[in-house]
C-alpha cells in the first residue's frame, strides 16, 4: 500500500511540475528590460520627455520629445541609419532644444544611433545617444549631456 501511495504521489508531483517558458531577447525584440524614454541633462538640470512625435521627410528621421505642456522640448534629427554621427552647424544630424518658443540649436556634439526601424515610413524603433551644445541667444546656450532614446512602438 505504501509502495502505491508513494508511485501515486511521485507521479502527482510529475504532472504537476511545468517547465518555465521562457523567450530569448532576439524574440522580444529591442533592448530587454528597456522602456519607452527619452532623458537628458539640460545644463544641470534632469530632462524626460512624456510625449513623442517622428516624421521621415527625405530619408532623415526628425523625432519631437517634450512634455505634455509642449515646453521644453528635444528635436533630434538624423540619418535612419546606425551610426554615430557629429552635431554642427547646418548638418543634417541635429539636436535643438525648444523652450519658451526659443529654440537653440546645437553647434557640436555627436548623435549614436545604435538601432533604427523606419519600415513602412515611420520610426517603429529608435535607440540613441546623444550629447550636445547649443547656439547662444540673448546671452543663453545650453548643454545636453547624458541624451538617451529608447522608443519602441
Known amino acids: 500500500m505504501k509502495k502505491k501511495f508513494l508511485i ?3 507521479v502527482a508531483t510529475l504532472f504537476a511540475c511545468k517547465k518555465e517558458k ?12 528597456k522602456t519607452k524614454h527619452c532623458t537628458a541633462t539640460v545644463n544641470g538640470s534632469s530632462f524626460a520627455a512624456d510625449s513623442y512625435s ?25 540619418q535612419c541609419a546606425i551610426g ?3 552635431i554642427f552647424p547646418f548638418s543634417p544630424n541635429r539636436v535643438s532644444y525648444k523652450i519658451n518658443n526659443v529654440t537653440y540649436t546645437g553647434t557640436s556634439g555627436s548623435i ?4 533604427i526601424d523606419t519600415t513602412g515610413g515611420y520610426v517603429k524603433e529608435l535607440e540613441a545617444t546623444f550629447i550636445v551644445n547649443t547656439d547662444t541667444i540673448s546671452g543663453v546656450s545650453y548643454q545636453i549631456t547624458n541624451g538617451d532614446i529608447y522608443y519602441k512602438q
Not at 521627410?57 to 533630434?76: D, E, H, M, R
Not at 549614436?112 to 538601432?115: F, P
Open 8 to 10: 501515486a504521489a511521485l
Open 22 to 33: 521562457t523567450e530569448t531577447p532576439a524574440s522580444l525584440g529591442g533592448t530587454p528590460g
Open 54 to 78: 517622428s516624421i521621415i521627410p527625405y530619408g532623415y528621421v526628425i523625432n519631437a520629445f517634450n512634455l505634455s505642456s509642449g515646453q521644453p522640448t528635444i528635436i533630434v534629427q538624423g
Open 84 to 86: 554615430t554621427y557629429s
Open 112 to 115: 549614436n544611433v545604435t538601432q
